[in-house]
């Protein structure tokens, strides 16, 4: 099955700075990659997702990038604010017209958004 | 705001007690979830239901018995649970093909 592999665990920023947190996953079959972030105590929300049909996806401070062949995506956040603190969980899963999506997430990346 | 409901938002029950989660979404999505979620680690699917029925059981233990009476409801009723299955649940709905799975806001549980 599939492994995603999710780094860093943590990763502390001044505000304003960028952040960065990547994801490689093994199963080949994948093709849709969702990022999800998790405030506290609260539900995991959808922030962008990519496709395997597409390198990079933008979404005002946030994008996401995927290498197919080297069977990895990661997040960027720009400009980061006190708000972007949470927990950030990538996650794969092949995607076809009768699938369901069983996802599988990275382990989490908790990320500290210092003013 | 979330297009998927779950009730209660916090339970606590004893080993010996027998209760229900309950999830709905009114989004007209054929597939629903359940999830476990500990602290600090990523959710951890439990099951699947597509077109109201089982598809994925992710061998979970019996003390735990999904439902899905229509499209837009799915249980999970609980009986003799242990400490160790205290945890956030969460319920989430996906439409069919490429759409992306929401999660409802989680029933928070404890068994003591």
């Known amino acids: 099955g599939e492994n995603v592999e999710q780094h860093p665990s943590t990763l502390s920023v001044q505000e304003g700075d960028s952040a960065v947190i990547k994801c490689t996953y093994s199963?080949?079959?994948?093709?849709?990659f969702p990022w999800y972030k998790q405030e506290l105590g609260k539900r995991p929300q959808l922030i962008i997702d990519?496709?395997?049909?597409?390198g990079e996806k933008k979404d005002q401070r946030i994008a996401v990038t995927l290498n197919k062949t080297a069977k990895h995506f990661s997040l960027h956040i720009t400009e980061t604010q006190p708000e972007d603190s949470a927990v950030y969980f990538c996650a794969a899963s092949p995607l076809t017209t009768d699938s369901w999506g069983k996802l599988q997430f990275g382990a989490g990346t908790q990320v500290v958004v210092t003013p | 705001d979330t297009e998927v409901t779950q009730t209660p938002k916090h339970l606590v029950m004893g080993m010996t007690n027998k209760k229900s989660l309950k999830c709905e979404q009114h989004?007209?999505?054929?597939?629903m979830y359940w999830y476990k979620q500990k602290a600090k680690k990523p959710p951890e699917l439990m099951f699947v239901y597509s077109y109201e029925k089982l598809s994925i059981n992710e061998s979970v233990p019996s003390r735990f018995s999904p439902e899905c009476p229509n499209s837009s409801l799915l249980n999970l009723h609980l009986h003799a649970l242990q400490p160790e299955d205290s945890a956030l649940y969460l319920c989430a709905s996906k439409g069919q093909g490429g759409s992306p799975l929401h999660f409802g806001n989680g029933t928070r549980l404890t068994v003591t």
């Open positions: 989004m007209g999505h054929r597939a």
């Open positions: 199963d080949s079959a994948s093709n849709y």
């Open positions: 990519i496709r395997s049909n597409v």
